[in-house]
């Protein structure tokens, strides 16, 4: 499951704050494209999207980065119908991770040893665990296939593990068709994800004033003390 922060709007907060989150946003697209770099370039099976985008790229001679982009531009056409709202961390997630794979793709060499791709693909999966958490905690908004899963998820009233279940077997079994990469990488990112983002993006959630009144509130209708309310999240 992936732990949305409370959508506020985005950028009603202090100067220092706001390039806080800048920062944080701009460093989490970019090691989020170098850790999907290392988990390709470790060999042993890729995630569910990033088999599609192998395979898609095998099949037109585009390369990994400008597929993912072009993906991610098809996916924010299906918010249409589900009338979600991206933010401007959505659209620079479709822009910029790709471009930041590509660029890990060209740091790292194919070919590697077995050795040195078996550190790849556990420290890929790491690194873009703190890179949602980098990312979602800024509260730009979520990347164009989080918003999916969430728009389908509020439109049918599916629990969340369902439907992003559901989104990943599709786009894998497309990917695998198309000749993609599924391993023992692709089932040990469908394992660990989830764990390690719910660890990592409450440890980064930047905790804004809006917010705070938010939990305030919350915790005086619980009946709690405002110091004792938890982040809000969604699913």
Known sequence: MVVMPRRLPSFDDPAPILARRLVQLFVGLFL???AIS??????????????????????????????????????????????????????????????A?????ALIPEGLDLWARILLLPGGIVLLAVATGLYLGASFGPGPRDGL????????????????????????????????????????????????????????AIRRAGQRQADAVAAAEAGQPATAAPARTAD
């Open 32 to 34: 989020y494209g170098i």
């Open 38 to 99: 290392m988990i390709v370039r470790g060999a042993l099976g890729v995630s569910p999207w990033d088999v599609l985008t192998q395979g898609l790229s095998m099949h037109t001679g585009l390369s990994f980065g400008v597929i993912t982009v072009l993906t991610s531009g098809v996916v924010l056409l299906l918010w249409i119908p589900l009338r979600q709202r991206p933010g401007f961390g959505t659209i620079m997630n479709a822009l910029l991770v790709g471009p």
């Open 101 to 105: 794979a590509d660029v890990g793709l």
């Open 149 to 204: 899963m969430t728009g389908l998820h509020r439109v049918t009233g599916w629990r969340i593990w369902i439907v992003r279940t559901g989104i990943e077997v599709i786009v894998l079994a497309m990917g695998w068709l198309l000749g993609g990469d599924v391993g023992l990488g692709t089932v040990l990112f469908a394992v660990a994800i989830g764990p390690l983002c719910g660890w990592t993006i409450p440890l980064f």
